[in-house]
């Protein structure tokens, strides 16, 4: 009865056992290899969704200090590279539980079916005659009669050879007693041999000898027995071919077939034809042989007028080698007289009986689940294992039967359909035995071959074979190992159902009664579509799966008040859910696809959408809204504020990391589609972003902890940054782990997200550049009695590193966050406009936080510099003050330098340490120019200037790095070029001194225009000249002035000319000072006079002399006035020959009125003790104030 529980018989007992062993082993197969495949998955999808250097986070999280991380309970790793391992492992540990409840409950069940059976063996064992009586009803003996007929009276050759064995089989396969069966056999003996038929199938012949002139035959067969050679039976004519087809069929009565032969003749067919007509045939000819046989065909018509046919070749096949079975043969044709063959030709062969066909079609049945019965009895295969394939003894007695019976391919195949079917129900058979069994059924079906009675078999048997199919499918996670006969099988399954889909069932014909399929959709009726049915089965068993898992994991923990007790249980849910998944993607889909045109994956993936939907969602939302915001000073270098009870575990983001995965295995392979939790992420928008400001505010007091702890010492010797810096960079890292794993679909809140890590780490980045600095402010300082020093130490060294590890890791950082990835696609969803906003917004945080982790660097080397700039000051007071006198302080100077900046070159990078050069230097020029304008002050003597820039440019030689200059990397270069120029002047003698003041006049001159208009205030006209280098002369014509300024209350000037030669300690003595004349009342006077100036060649070779023209207002009665100078190089002067090729100088006039405020003239009048300064200072000062 449908749904009753069959109970084992005494020998299946032992089988049993063995199957639940046997079961177990493979079940636990099955668990190990889910935990294998899903480990594999989930380490590929890490791989893939992480894209984390190994280098850097090895190195980070080797060297990150413990105690640090400890701090504050680990609580970036937990969200970090720690929290994959723990999703995996939790994966893993789920899928151990959860294939292990599965084992227990199918093996709980198989011993129970085991107990149930020892307890009731003995009350309700059957007799082996009461199985066939349920079997076959009352038919059995009858039955077991007419097999025993046909076995005496076997038909075919070689049948009789093993007939005892057979009987002997029979009589265990049916379960009859010695003396039942004995009776029956006797019986069988008694009755009379059935008439024999022998039925011939000529298929086909191949390589026939021609016989027609055009090289072709029109052939047909002839077929007759020895013993009736009369009655003869003719294939159909094939024209014109050497490779007929004819697949005929004849039965020919057979009277003794242990000695009669089958004999078949092949013609060629000659049709009758006149003379005229053989002739037509003139053009098909085909070679010399053609024109002979058609010559012979005409002769012979012409003669007689006959056309008989012509013999090509004969078989003769004794009945003796038809085998019970049949035979499919190729024969050789033979001819009287010709040793080589003929040709060969393709025959079927069969001995046979005739029955009624509908009593012959119903004993095949019953004969076949009998010897099945037997056949599964014997070989006790296991479930799906029986191929089809019976035991030697069986098969011959079903081929007998069919022999005898004379049923056709269609009736046997349709009996084993059947009864296959019948017995799949108690016990599971190959799916491929099936399959191939119906494969040889869909043609007759389709063609209606069969008779409604036929078919109504034919569909019952596909009744029966529903649920099983569509309970497989169900159950195929439990009860089917996944492996690759499962799989086999799994196909074969599909294969049935789609090739039953392609015919119609009869009229009102129930395929799924609803009291058989009620879990069925409420679309569906008793006729529903196949298809269909496949989909609610997968389904329900997704629905089953869902409903197993809830049952087998604890509901405790859901029930929890500890919330990451209460998010590991769905956790574990979302985690087995997807493994099915995978096992899906991985084993399954392909095979619906390609068999049934069906998408597996995304009908079960639309379940567990829908339940993990109504299951997760709520928790997620509620522990979201419980979250509490925190506070924090708006300046990052500021202490922080104390929020009590921050607690976040990482099972939140577990769930979410769980969630992103489920929802990319259903939106990656259907993206069309809109599922319930497509958007999960929606539900943990305000735990991101309380995880953010937790994650800030750990960052900050973990940064604090860091320098606290951290002692300023390379990890190790192939860097140059300490611990804190590591801890510090860490925590960044994981932080763009957690953000990684995130993988946050929605652009404009992943926008808002990236913004605030960004300024959060720039935050950091700030506050570490900070507590790094006060760290560092109080080392390297000595005091003794004499004077306080400041050392250069490694710590500041390792301190400026740290900020510089720092500030260079946060560009990369927020290229790795997938920054430009987001403005990208806010470009594409919004405008070009709002993401370049974006974008500049963001980098301008990011600019100013790196150049204010710079200006930290800078400020640390200048705070640095400072504490070095007293003893630099006092080792140059000292050097400047007794460079020549042996003293040790220019020395002690250079071993200051020399061990600090060792220090900082050994600990440094090169780019901060040409940075603190360039610092130090500068200071130093700075301090340099305040020790001359106190010296000035102090009035000290040229020789100390001069020491003091001997002192400089030892240092200048020291401070050279890598052949550059490091005075060009300070902030203001040309302090040194003013410092030098100040040194050099104080240093100088008075006469060179006034001579550099001369020159600086010179220099005043050259940046006047010609135009004394356009230079009125300082221009007092132009005096216009010419000179010349002739032997042993100097010879300078002054030509004329002009626009000279008027220096008499009439409006006009009494000017004249005065020449001198400067340096004046040079000419003294050796060259005679030259004057015009006066020109009275006149502004531009016509001078028109030559001098000849006697001067050596040693003279004219002076560096930096000049010709000194002094233009004078005459006056009667008080000193003459001066009216404006002017000065010519001796550079400039040229040798010739005669001053008519001599080019005119307009030389501009000038006052000594700015030049007295000049470096030079100030560095006279401070030299009050030197008689030749204050002479000279004092005799300027009278000029300019006439």
């Not at 809140?749 to 402010?777: G, L, Q």
Request: charged letters at 30%; a negative charge.
């Amino acid at each position: 009865m449908p749904g009753a529980t069959k109970k084992p018989e005494a020998g299946e007992r032992g089988a049993l056992r063995e199957k639940t062993t046997e079961k177990w082993h493979v079940l636990q197969s099955m668990g190990d290899w889910m935990k294998k495949n899903l480990k594999r998955k989930l380490k590929f999808n890490f791989q893939r969704q992480i894209s984390f250097r190994e280098d850097e986070e090895q190195c980070l999280a080797r060297n990150s200090t413990p105690e640090v991380r400890q701090s504050d309970g680990e609580f970036f790793e937990k969200f970090g590279s720690v929290m994959r391992n723990r999703i995996s492992l939790r994966v893993s540990e789920s899928i151990d539980r959860e294939c292990a409840s599965s084992v227990a409950a199918e093996c709980s069940q198989e011993a129970e079916n085991s107990e149930a059976v020892e307890d009731s063996e003995e009350e309700h064992l059957p007799e082996e005659a009461e199985i066939f009586s349920r079997v076959l009803g009352s038919n059995v003996e009858q039955l077991y009669a007419e097999v025993l007929y046909e076995t005496v009276h076997v038909i075919g050759f070689g049948a009789k050879e093993n007939q005892d064995e057979i009987l002997s089989f029979l009589k265990t396969a049916f379960k009859f007693d010695d003396e039942k069966h004995d009776m029956l056999l006797e019986e069988a003996r008694a009755k009379e041999a059935p008439d024999i038929l022998l039925n011939v199938e000529v298929i086909e012949a191949h390589e026939l000898h021609a016989k027609d002139c055009n090289g072709l035959s029109d052939p047909f067969c002839t077929l007759y027995l020895s013993n009736g050679p009369t009655q003869r039976y003719n294939t159909s004519v094939k024209t014109k071919t050497l490779k007929p087809t004819w697949e005929e069929h004849f039965s020919l009565p057979v009277e003794d077939p242990n000695n009669d032969v089958l004999v078949i003749e092949v013609w060629d067919f000659d049709p009758a034809e006149t003379v005229r007509e053989k002739l037509g045939k003139f053009s098909d000819v085909k070679g010399v042989k053609g024109f002979k046989k058609l010559f012979k065909e005409v002769a012979i018509t012409a003669s007689t007028g006959k056309h008989d046919n012509e013999l090509v070749g004969t078989v003769e096949i004794p009945l003796k080698e038809v085998v019970s079975g049949g035979v499919k043969l190729w024969r050789s044709l033979t001819k009287k007289g010709k040793s080589k063959s003929q040709g060969q030709v393709h025959l079927r062969l069969a001995l046979g009986a005739l029955k009624n066909v509908q009593v012959a079609t119903q004993e095949h049945r019953q004969l076949v689940r009998v010897l099945l019965k037997h056949d599964l009895e014997v070989t006790q295969p296991l479930p799906y294992k029986w191929s089809g394939r019976f035991l030697e003894l069986a098969d011959s007695v079903l081929n007998q039967h069919r022999i005898q019976t004379g049923l056709d391919e269609n009736h046997v195949q349709l009996a084993r359909w059947a009864e296959f079917c019948a017995v799949h129900i108690d016990h599971a058979l190959n799916f491929q035995l099936l399959g191939r069994t119906l494969e040889k059924l869909i043609r007759p079906v389709k063609d209606g071959v069969l008779s409604d009675e036929e078919a109504r078999v034919f569909w019952e048997a596909a009744r029966k074979l529903m649920p099983t199919c569509l309970t497989c499918i169900r159950k195929i996670r439990k009860l089917m190992p996944t492996d690759k006969d499962t799989l086999t099988q799994l196909e074969a399954l599909l294969s049935i159902l789609v090739q039953l889909t392609t015919l119609t069932p009869p009229k009102d014909f129930e395929l799924f009664p609803a009291n058989m399929f009620a879990w069925l959709s409420a679309s569906n009726g008793p006729h529903c579509d196949i298809h269909q049915s496949i989909q609610d089965a997968v389904r329900q068993g997704a629905k089953d799966w869902y409903e197993h898992i809830m049952e087998i994991n604890n509901d405790d923990d859901k029930k929890s008040d500890d919330q990451d007790i209460q998010l590991s249980y769905y956790i574990k849910i979302l985690s087995l859910l997807q493994s099915d998944l995978l096992r899906a993607i991985e084993y399954h889909d392909k095979i619906y696809s390609e068999v049934a045109q069906f998408e597996y994956t995304k009908v079960i993936y639309e379940v567990y959408d829908e339940r993990v939907f109504g299951l997760v969602e709520p928790v997620v939302q509620q522990t979201c809204k419980n979250l509490k915001p925190l506070r924090f000073n708006e300046d990052p270098t500021q202490g922080l504020y104390d929020n009590d009870d921050i607690t976040m575990g990482t099972s939140l983001f577990e769930l979410y990391i769980a969630l992103q995965r489920f929802v990319v295995m259903g939106k990656g392979r259907y993206l069309n589609e809109d599922y319930k939790c497509s958007k999960f992420h929606t539900w943990f928008v305000k735990g991101v972003a309380q995880w953010l400001d937790i994650a800030l505010y750990k960052a900050l007091k973990r940064i604090e902890k860091a320098v606290e702890l951290g002692n300023l010492q390379p990890i190790d010797e192939h860097v140059k940054f300490s611990s804190s810096a590591v801890d510090t960079l860490s925590i960044y890292y994981q932080i763009k782990v957690f953000w990684k794993q995130l993988n946050w679909p929605d652009v404009e809140s992943s926008y808002t997200f990236v913004a605030k890590i960004i300024d959060d780490i720039c935050r950091c980045s700030e506050f570490y550049a900070a507590k790094m600095s006060t760290r560092v402010a109080g080392l390297g300082e000595t005091e003794n009695a004499f004077s306080k020093k400041f050392e250069v130490t490694t710590e500041w060294c390792t301190a400026i590193n740290n900020i510089e590890y720092i500030r260079q890791a946060i560009h990369p950082f927020v290229l790795e966050l997938g920054l430009e990835n987001i403005l990208n696609s806010m470009a594409e969803f919004h405008s070009e406009s709002n993401a370049t906003q974006c974008r500049k917004t963001l980098q301008l945080v990011i600019d100013e936080a790196i150049d204010t982790v710079s200006n930290k660097i800078i400020d640390l080397i200048e705070i640095m510099a400072e504490k070095m700039i007293p003893s630099l000051h006092r080792f140059l007071v000292e050097a400047a003050e007794l460079l020549h006198q042996n003293n040790m302080s220019l020395d002690r100077l250079m071993d200051y330098l020399q061990k600090n900046f060792e220090t900082l070159h050994s600990h440094l990078s090169e780019e901060n340490f040409k940075r603190t050069l360039a610092i130090v230097w500068d200071k130093l020029t700075k301090q340099l120019q305040e020790l001359i304008d106190s010296s000035i002050e102090k009035r000290r003597p040229p020789s100390f200037f001069a020491n003091l820039s001997g002192a400089l440019g030892i240092m200048e030689g020291f401070f050279k790095y890598d052949e550059t200059e490091i005075a060009s990397l300070c902030e203001n270069s040309d302090l040194l070029a003013i410092t030098k120029a100040r040194l050099k002047m104080h240093s100088l003698d008075t006469s060179e001194l006034i001579q550099q003041y001369f020159l600086n006049r010179y220099e005043e001159q050259k940046l006047l225009t010609h135009t004394p208009s356009q230079n009125s205030e300082q221009c007092c006209g132009l005096l216009t000249v010419k000179c010349m280098f002739q032997d042993q002369y100097l010879k300078i014509e002054i030509l004329n002035g002009r626009n000279l300024r008027p220096t008499d209350s009439n409006g006009y000037c009494d000017s004249y000319v005065k020449v001198h030669l400067l340096p004046e300690d040079k000419f003294a003595g050796s060259v005679t000072k030259c004057k015009t004349k006066v020109h009275k009342k006149n502004l531009f006077p016509l001078y028109d006079e030559i001098f000849n100036m006697p001067i050596s060649e040693d003279l004219q070779r002076t560096e930096n002399a000049l010709i000194h023209f002094v233009v004078k207002d005459y006056e009667m009665l008080s000193s003459n006035e001066l009216v404006g100078e002017a000065f010519f190089p001796f550079s400039e002067v040229r040798f010739d020959s005669d001053l008519q090729n001599v080019a005119q100088f307009h030389l501009p006039l000038t006052r000594p009125s700015s030049a007295l405020e000049g470096e030079a003239f100030m560095a006279l009048e401070h030299r009050q003790g030197d008689k030749m300064a204050r002479d000279f200072v004092k005799k300027e000062r009278t000029r300019e104030s006439h």
